[in-house]
């Protein structure tokens, strides 16, 4: 049974920084990363590392956030610098699995740590 495991949220101050974490169980994903959902918005994607190690960032945490994977142990982490208060919302650990030769891929999900930056 698969599991996504987030730990690491909580309350900054604007220009602090948190570090979030996912460990996952059941599976080796292809694909892992973090997507954000604030109040009355839609979720978009953070960040997302292959593994393979190939990185992928929304414009609006670039040189902010980094992410990185341990594959090992299954895990993947979310480092986040100059937070602002635009960046509070609830942060959802993500994973991909591709199930077959053409593409197809099955999705998982954490189940949200909350993230507030204060002004």
């Known amino acids: 049974q698969v599991q996504l495991v987030e730990s690491g949220g909580g309350l900054v101050q604007a220009g602090g920084s948190l570090r979030l974490s996912c460990a996952a169980s059941?599976?080796?994903?292809?694909?892992m990363g973090w997507f954000r959902q604030a109040p009355g918005k839609q979720r978009e994607l953070v960040a997302d590392?292959?593994?393979?190690?190939?990185?992928n960032y929304a414009d609006s945490v670039k040189g902010r956030f980094t992410i990185s994977r341990d594959n090992p142990k299954n895990t993947v982490h979310l480092q986040m610098n100059s937070l602002e208060p635009e960046d509070t919302a609830v942060y959802y650990c993500?994973?991909?699995?591709?199930?077959?030769?053409?593409?197809?891929?099955?999705?998982?999900w954490g189940q949200g740590t909350q993230v507030t930056v204060s002004s």
């Open positions: 590392i292959t593994h393979g190690g190939i990185t």
């Open positions: 059941g599976r080796i994903f292809d694909t």
């Open positions: 993500h994973a991909r699995k591709i199930i077959n030769v053409e593409g197809a891929f099955r999705d998982y």
